[in-house]
């Protein structure tokens, strides 16, 4: 504690020229993740990471309306490094040494997710379990089976759901959404889950499910890029799909954070978020595939349209992937090892948030 009041005191005498707003207190890990010289140039001398439970000196944040915290590891080189702040929590004496704010508000916690999600999506969520636990007989074990991404676009979604509870604002148009994570064969469900827990989800009483047991990073993530849990949408997904997954729930929604993360990183969203209001036909998704994550990819996408009066709208993509999923793996060779995609409409209109 000695080291760290010592070296609390000689930080806030030395210049900050890249916190632009300076803070002070301590940074409590609670997950491991990149350690930034740059947010820009995604740059991590070392392969730096935050270790979870371990206290850093807070030097300050980017911004007003943070999505990093500057900390110090005493063992870096550099020391002072950028932090994603989904990735833990400042104590009670973290407060902005300018204006005395408190940097916890619910907006700046989902700002904090969603850089969490895309660090995730970026492959930095080391540290997470390669060698899953076998399934009981008859299961899709994740590490060697086929999958699919369901990843959807919201506003499209909102616009032919409006009472939806994760819906009130119209949904979202920033990038894709998380849906679900399904292992295959089609039909691969509810392994080893209880009747009565088969029923409740059937019929549509996803408040009788079971919460998914994730950690609080991991929690915060997830809600970033998977709107639908606010209508517990999770609970659906774990006890349908993750089930069959191999894995336990914080390994298999990290998985999908990532992979979501990695999608939303990549040419493909910049396409979408480019063509909002217009048409956006199936051979330019598949060619933006192709460019982002090689050749092929675009015949593992699956383009699924719904209706909105006299407009068809681009609801969601599904993305046939095969081989290990880890968050350190590369979409482009889960997609390129996958079969190739068959049916889906042929392109419809990108909707923008807010109904039309």
């Not at 490094?81 to 619910?106: F, K, L, P």
């Not at 989902?110 to 969490?116: D, F, K, M, T, V």
């Not at 506003?155 to 119209?170: H, V």
């Amino acid at each position: 504690m000695k080291r760290f009041c010592l070296l609390a005191a000689l930080l806030l005498v030395a210049p900050s020229a890249f916190a632009q707003v300076p803070m002070t207190g301590r940074f409590v890990a609670e997950a491991r993740c990149p350690a930034l010289q740059s947010i820009r140039k995604q740059t991590n001398p070392g392969g730096i990471a935050t270790e979870p439970g371990v206290e850093y000196v807070l030097v300050g944040r980017n911004a007003e309306a943070a999505t990093h915290y500057y900390v110090v590891i005493p063992d870096a080189e550099p020391p002072r490094r950028w932090v994603a702040v989904g990735c833990g929590r400042v104590e009670a004496d973290g407060v902005s040494a300018a204006a005395g704010e408190d940097s916890t508000s619910d907006a700046a916690s989902r700002r904090g997710a969603e850089a969490l999600a895309k660090a995730l999506g970026q492959g930095w969520a080391e540290g997470r379990r390669d060698d899953r636990e076998t399934p009981p007989s008859g299961d899709q074990r994740s590490g060697s089976g086929a999958t699919v991404l369901a990843a959807s676009w919201h506003a499209a979604f909102c616009e032919t759901k409006p009472r939806a509870r994760d819906c009130r604002n119209g949904g979202e148009d920033g990038g894709f959404v998380l849906h679900g994570l399904w292992p295959q064969p089609r039909g691969n469900e509810y392994c080893g889950v209880a009747a009565e827990i088969v029923s409740a989800d059937r019929a549509g009483d996803w408040s009788a499910l079971p919460e998914p047991q994730l950690s609080r990073a991991t929690r915060r993530a997830l809600d970033a890029v998977m709107p639908g849990a606010e209508a517990i949408l999770d609970r659906h997904q774990w006890v349908k799909h993750g089930s069959c997954y191999g894995a336990d729930a914080e390994e298999y929604f990290a998985d999908a954070v990532a992979l979501i993360g990695k999608l939303n990183a990549s040419p493909v969203r910049r396409l979408f978020v480019d063509s909002l209001g217009q048409q956006l036909d199936a051979p330019v998704i598949r060619a933006g595939f192709d460019k982002a994550f090689g050749h092929g990819a675009g015949q593992r996408v699956l383009i699924d349209c719904a209706r909105d009066g006299g407009r068809q709208l681009i609801a969601e993509l599904r993305i046939n992937l095969a081989g290990t999923i880890t968050p350190q793996t590369d979409l482009g060779d889960l997609i390129r090892a996958a079969n190739p995609a068959g049916g889906g409409c042929r392109g419809g209109v990108v909707d923008a948030a807010g109904w039309q």
